[in-house]
Antibody
Framework: QVQLVESGGGLVKPGGSLRLSCVAS????????MIWIRQVPGKGLEWVSY????????YYAASVQGRFTISRDNARNSLYLQMDSLRDDDTAVYYC??????????????????WGRGTLVTVSS | QSVLTQPPSVSGAPGQRVTISCTGS?????????VHWFQQLPGTAPKLLVY???YRPSGVPDRFSGSKSGTSASLAITGLQAEDEADYYC?????????FGGGTKLTVL
């Protein structure tokens, strides 16, 4: 079954840390670029961080640059997001998604074609 | 405030046609960047509905279609069904970042 399953969410105090995991199954994980996207409950979507299939290219949204670190272990079919110095406005459901690269070097053509069910991160004192 | 602007809500009766607009600017849709659409059913993750402005992934009914012109894009849904009631998001690219619309809640009357 082709799927992504996130885990690691929970309640954490401001300034704390959390590590999210995303395990892939049913497809060749090492061939795909991946992305983390978050959604404040009841609100819209915001991309967080992106990684190429080899890990050689990484991007972060300005809102998390310097605080979050994306990584992957292709041998374990897993994507990770280390979140440090968490703030109240990081509270959201975090989704990992698979990327179909329609044309390398043209990120507007990247398609987020498979999403996990998400994991809720709540930052509150 | 989202970079791409969508109406907060639209509605239609079963069998009708509805459209959802997505308005951008010269730095995103108007720059020639692709627009993609997602459907999010209540309590579930977003699902890719339309990619590359007007292409449907395998399994998406042809009742759903996308279009793009200038700095705007639209999602059209024909033959509205109760199961189409969901939130819909447009997505594009702008200044080195993927950007989303604020979402539109579709209510089937």
């Amino acid at each position: 079954q082709v799927q992504l399953v996130e885990s690691g969410g929970g309640l954490v105090k401001p300034g704390g840390s959390l590590r999210l995991s995303c395990v892939a199954s049913g497809f060749t994980f090492r061939d795909y670029y991946m992305i983390w996207i978050r959604q404040v409950p009841g609100k819209g979507l915001e991309w967080v961080s992106y990684m190429s299939h080899t890990g050689g290219t990484i991007y972060y949204a300005a809102s998390v640059q310097g605080r979050f670190t994306i990584s992957r272990d292709n041998a374990r079919n897993s994507l990770y997001l280390q979140m440090d110095s968490l703030r109240d406005d990081d509270t959201a459901v975090y989704y990992c998604a698979r990327i179909i690269v329609a044309r390398i070097g043209e990120p507007s053509k990247y398609q987020f074609d498979l999403w996990g069910r998400g994991t809720l991160v709540t930052v509150s004192s | 405030q989202s970079v791409l602007t969508q109406p907060p809500s639209v509605s239609g009766a079963p069998g009708q046609r509805v459209t959802i607009s997505c308005t951008g600017s010269s730095s995103n849709i108007g720059a020639g960047y692709d627009v993609h659409w997602f459907q999010q059913l209540p309590g579930t993750a977003p699902k890719l509905l339309v990619y590359g402005n007007n292409y449907r992934p395998s399994g998406v009914p042809d009742r759903f279609s996308g279009s793009k012109s200038g700095t705007s894009a639209s999602l059209a849904i024909t033959g509205l069904q109760a199961e189409d009631e969901a939130d819909y998001y447009c997505q594009s690219y702008d200044s080195g970042a993927w950007v989303f619309g604020g979402g539109t809640k579709l209510t089937v009357l």
